[in-house]
Nanobody, 123 residues
Framework: QVQLVESGGGSVQAGGSLTLSCAASGSGYSSWYPMAWFRQAPGKEREGVAVIDNVGTTKYADSVKGRFTISKDKSADITYLQMNNLKPEDTAMYYC????????????????WGQGTQVTVSS
């Protein structure tokens, strides 16, 4: 089994910053698995925000490029999402996800998901 636990969400004003964390554990998890962040706003479909593989290759949604940074501490099995210059449209529930296959993960078909952490950005 794999457990993913997100933390770090909260409420900030536009232009502010937050850092989300995702702690991975479980007998089925491997530190080389790609990790990703997704988000879902009320009434909208879930969308991929950022993904990172085991050698540090990253990919971002166009809407967050230049503002968000995904990173991974492999020794601690924690993945971070540093979010700067937050905008009201970034308001959503943010989910951490993982899968052994990058392609499955980025298209939203990953096997492992956390419970989510809420991010609210006010104007």
């Amino acid at each position: 089994q794999v457990q993913l636990v997100e933390s770090g969400g909260g409420s900030v004003q536009a232009g502010g910053s937050l850092t989300l964390s995702c702690a991975a554990s479980g007998s089925g998890y491997s530190s080389w698995y790609p990790m990703a962040w997704f988000r879902q706003a009320p009434g909208k479909e879930r969308e991929g925000v950022a993904v990172i593989d085991n050698v540090g290759t990253t990919k971002y949604a166009d809407s967050v490029k230049g503002r968000f940074t995904i990173s991974k501490d492999k020794s601690a099995d924690i993945t971070y999402l540093q979010m700067n210059n937050l905008k009201p449209e970034d308001t959503a529930m943010y989910y951490c996800a993982s899968d052994r296959a990058w392609t499955n993960l980025w298209r939203g078909s990953g096997n492992y998901w956390g419970q989510g952490t809420q991010v609210t950005v006010s104007s």
